[in-house]
């Protein structure tokens, strides 16, 4: 694959935006005044219809009115100017320093996924702010060294993805709602950018370092045929799931607080790796806080259920005891660190 190439992969090319910045209390601020002036404005201009209230296209909503006044990310050209200053680096320095720089704000990020999936929002602001600055740290370093001819381009590409999440995380530390992470979780946080995976062929490096999911996979096990009228032990039991092979999956918590609902998404993949089916299962309405481990039972159907056959994750949505919601895609890349999947096959 070509520089080229890597740079118009999955994540080669990213979107990079530019942040309006704002103080927390002006957010808070802009916020209440978007509400205030705003609800007045639509019993003016013929009641909340005109506000956006009823249910027709085009309408503006609250938070669309908050939006107005705080800002939102702008989309920009994905060719914005990188630079590079220093001493060329040596094609047996350069994977190294690489290395280094991208570590210098890994830890950072990570902490900065884990907060908003947590959704406490004083937590996930605080934890942005760090991110920001370390990937300050990480635009500097890449940019402090010019590179060898045949990895300039991908770097470029590299500091520009690190610019968009500078600005990411940015906008998460200077805003007054916990929907402001799903700038986060919306991007590919959970899949290996291509132009990554070319650089570190390039530089003759490992592969990057998956971020940490919301929840560990520890275990997966084949617990065969649901019989709903025998397992229904208080009477009180669903049918839902009755004839259904049913595999329970173990998962510990890597979320801060409380999770209080729970999704796993997998492929189901026969023996060539070919998917047949899409499962799910979900856990609702508990108190996993970070840690703790609980069983997600995932239900297959009986014809779909053939001997060795695999799972492969595919995303997670989480709830926090906070309210928020967030769902992650996981990448394939991602998933086959997933150890615990590894040697499970349907009996």
Not at 68 to 76: K, N, S
Not at 93 to 108: F, I, L, M
Not at 258 to 286: I, N
């Amino acid at each position: 694959m070509t520089g080229k190439e890597a740079m118009n992969g999955r994540n080669g090319g990213p979107r990079l935006r530019r942040r309006r910045r704002r103080s927390a209390i002006v957010s808070v601020v802009a916020s209440m005044l978007a509400i205030v002036l705003a609800v007045p404005a639509g019993y003016a201009l013929g009641g909340m219809d005109a506000f956006g209230m009823a249910g027709a296209g085009g309408e503006r909503c609250l938070s669309d009115a908050r939006n107005d006044i705080e800002g939102m990310p702008d989309t920009v050209s994905a060719s914005a100017d990188v630079s590079f200053h220093g001493s060329e680096l040596t094609d047996a320095d350069a994977g190294a320093y690489y290395q280094q720089a991208v570590d210098r704000s890994w830890r950072q990020i990570d902490e900065a996924l884990l907060a908003v999936m947590g959704g406490d929002l004083p937590s996930m602001r605080a934890a942005a702010a760090s991110a920001e600055s370390a990937i300050d740290e990480t635009i500097t370093a890449l940019q402090s060294h010019t590179w060898p001819s045949g990895a300039t381009n991908a770097v470029k590409d590299v500091v520009r993805h690190y610019m968009e999440l500078r600005a990411d995380m940015a906008y998460v530390a200077s805003s007054a709602s916990e929907d402001a992470g799903r700038e986060l979780t919306d991007d590919d946080m959970y899949s290996t950018s291509d132009v990554d995976t070319y650089l570190r062929d390039k530089l003759g490096i490992g592969a990057a370092k998956p971020h940490t999911m919301p929840v560990d996979i520890l275990a997966a096990d084949d617990a065969g045929i649901h019989d709903a009228e025998a397992d229904d032990i208080d009477g009180m039991g669903s049918t839902t799931n009755d004839g259904k092979r049913i595999v329970n999956v173990t998962v510990r918590s890597n979320t801060p607080g409380t999770v209080t609902d729970l999704g796993l998404d997998f492929d189901l993949r026969d023996a060539s790796g070919k998917t047949v089916a899409e499962v799910q299962g979900s856990v609702d309405h508990m108190a996993l806080t970070k840690g703790r481990t609980v069983v997600v039972a995932v239900p297959i159907a009986a014809e779909q259920a053939k001997s060795g056959r695999e799972l492969r994750l595919t995303g997670m949505s989480v709830r926090s005891g906070h309210d928020t919601g967030r769902i992650i895609a996981i990448g394939d890349d991602i998933a086959k660190t997933v150890a615990a999947l590894d040697d499970f096959r349907l009996r």
